[in-house]
């Protein structure tokens, strides 16, 4: 499975970016995928996670009110909608996909598959 972030960029607080992950290979029709973000110096946390295929969205308690998970079936691809932008948002996000079982919305070694990540600055 190859996953090609994209919709990063430079926003100012209190803006919106949709962030995008593209999926290709031998993706499945239903699969865990999500979204994790890395700001300097700290871990790498997860924000978002959908079970693809119409299955459930699962969001960490900080950001369920402001950011948005969602799939488009025929483009093999999951969004980030990430509103109300704040500073403490700036990080690499990264999309993830797990295939062999776990727990969706699980810790980053739950994930098999990763992409190389779109930055988001907000100042």
């Known amino acids: 499975v190859q996953l090609v972030e994209s919709g990063g960029g430079s926003v100012q607080p209190g803006g919106s970016l949709r962030l995008s992950c593209a999926a290709s290979?031998?993706?499945?029709?239903?699969?865990?995928m999500g979204w994790f973000r890395q700001a300097p110096g700290k871990e790498r946390e997860g924000v978002a996670a959908?079970?693809?295929?119409?299955?459930?969205?699962y969001y960490a308690n900080p950001v369920k009110d402001r950011f948005t998970i969602s799939e488009d079936i025929a483009l093999n691809t999951v969004y980030l909608q990430i509103n109300s932008l704040k500073p403490e948002d700036t990080a690499l996000y990264y999309c993830?996909?797990?295939?062999?079982?776990?727990?969706?919305?699980?810790?980053?070694?739950?994930?098999?598959?990763w992409g190389q990540g779109t930055q988001v600055t907000v100042s």
């Open positions: 993830a996909a797990m295939t062999d079982g776990g727990v969706c919305g699980g810790p980053p070694f739950e994930y098999k598959f």
């Open positions: 290979g031998h993706t499945d029709s239903s699969m865990c």
């Open positions: 959908i079970w693809t295929g119409g299955g459930n969205a």
